[in-house]
């Protein structure tokens, strides 16, 4: 029986566009009037929610998942289509939803609850557990105005988590606090769903949504792409994110390019082989470069450069290249080709990074190549192996173990991983 049902929903707002220059109020008001786009956050999506099960929503930002969470939890009202409700409902949207800030935290889990339709007595009887969970107990009477984001978001997913709603709504909630906090909360995701809870859980850690979700649903612009077992799910996403997008001609401003070599495509690929967009730090991983060779070159050195997003300011960037250890090219003749970097172990941190590529010739000045795609490929690094530093370094490790004998004294023994 289901919990949601969602009935060819859509979600039209109107974007007010008006000119500038100095107008007199009047005229300015019948400007907002007068000229207004409609963009469509959602258009005829369906879908429903079976008691006890944890659907995931995923999608690229803009895709819709935020709107349909807040048509869900009544933030906001469907411009067409029916969505019916069975149960008490609990939405944890966005960091400190619902808090009034000028109340102690102590006064918003009884305001959290009341708003829930819960009565005092009840509230009483959960305030202690709410409180560990969250571990906020140096300040749980202080006014959550002075609390950090991170006490804010571990309190406002206590309280939903533990008012025991018959359906919660999640959103993003994972990508606040540290480690162990996460850890908590994965885990009473998990009692909720043993306890037949309905979980809609939306997140950009496909990680989390594939363990936690039997089921997901993909959305793309507004609308429902796919929808079915969640790793089927994820792995659509990822392909719909692997997309090459060739450079700008203004990226390439001031470049002298020769075009005997075109680039044609640049995709990264995870370890089933299919095209990813979200990869983790030391899993496997595969860049293919496609190409194609117009006039025959004697010298083409193909190279990949991978770079933060937020260290691209500063020159931070790793390289693989097909140059030979004494730097020198090889032939290519006319036709097209594919290069492929395999990556046995990812070194990369977790977050976003952008990838370029370019084909030189041998010892080419700097500022001219053959061809140069920048920018072309974005990628998002998740948690993957615990790693401490700036980079992960592929490695092997030897323990050297000392024990003593009564026979020989003392012997060696070797351990490898």
């Keep these: 029986m289901p919990d949601l049902i969602v009935d060819h929903v859509s979600k039209r707002y109107k974007v007010r566009r008006t000119g500038g220059g100095r ?3 009047g005229h300015r008001l019948r400007a907002l009037r007068n000229h207004s786009d409609e963009f469509w956050a959602l258009r005829d999506v369906s879908f ?3 008691r006890g099960e944890t659907l995931g929503i995923i999608g690229h930002n803009g895709a819709g998942k935020s709107t349909i969470l807040k048509l869900l939890s009544s933030v906001t009202a469907p411009t067409a289509g029916v969505i019916t409700i069975d149960g008490r409902l609990s939405a944890l949207i966005e960091v400190g939803s619902g808090f009034h800030p000028e109340l102690t935290g102590r006064e918003n889990i009884y305001l959290s609850g009341s708003i829930l339709g819960m009565r005092r007595r009840e509230i009483a009887g959960k305030l202690d557990r709410i409180i560990e969970f969250a571990g906020v107990a ?3 009477d202080t006014p959550v105005k002075h609390y950090s984001s991170g006490m804010y978001v571990r309190l406002g997913f206590s309280i939903a988590a533990h008012l025991e709603p018959d359906i919660l ?3 993003e909630v994972l990508s606040v606090g540290d480690a162990a906090f ?3 909360c994965l885990d009473r995701i998990h009692e909720l769903h043993r306890q037949g809870r309905t979980i809609v859980f ?5 990680g989390s949504v594939e363990r936690l979700c039997s089921r997901a649903i993909l959305l793309q612009r507004g609308e429902v792409i796919t929808t079915g077992a969640a790793r089927d799910v994820i792995a659509t996403y990822h392909e719909l994110g692997a997309a090459y997008a060739p450079s700008d001609p203004h990226a390439l401003a001031g470049a002298i390019l020769s075009r005997e070599v075109e680039i044609t495509s640049v995709t990264c690929h995870g370890i089933d082989g299919r095209p990813a967009a979200v990869l983790r730090t030391g899993s496997s991983a595969t860049v293919r470069l496609s190409y194609i060779t117009h006039r025959p070159v004697t010298d083409a050195i193909f190279e990949v450069y991978v770079y933060s997003i937020i260290d691209a300011w500063y020159g931070a960037w790793c390289q693989m290249t097909t140059a030979s250890h004494d730097g020198r090219g090889m032939a290519l003749e006319p036709g097209a080709g594919t290069v492929e970097f395999e990556v046995d172990e990812l070194g990369l941190l977790p977050g976003m ?3 370029s590529a370019t084909v030189v010739h041998t010892d080419q000045p700097q500022g001219t190549a053959i061809d140069w795609q920048n920018q072309c490929l ?3 690094i998740d948690q993957g192996r615990f790693i401490r530093g700036t980079f992960y370094m592929p490695h092997r490790w030897r323990c050297l173990a000392t024990a003593a004998t009564p026979a020989s004294g003392s012997i060696s023994r070797s351990l490898i991983s």
């Design 23 to 25: 107008r007199s109020l």
């Design 182 to 184: 996460q850890a908590k």
């Design 169 to 171: 709504l999640l959103d």
């Design 378 to 380: 974005a990628l998002r």
């Design 48 to 50: 429903a929610v079976e």
């Design 202 to 206: 939306i997140s950009h850690d496909l």
């Design 138 to 140: 140096d300040f749980i």
């Design 353 to 355: 990074y952008y990838v």
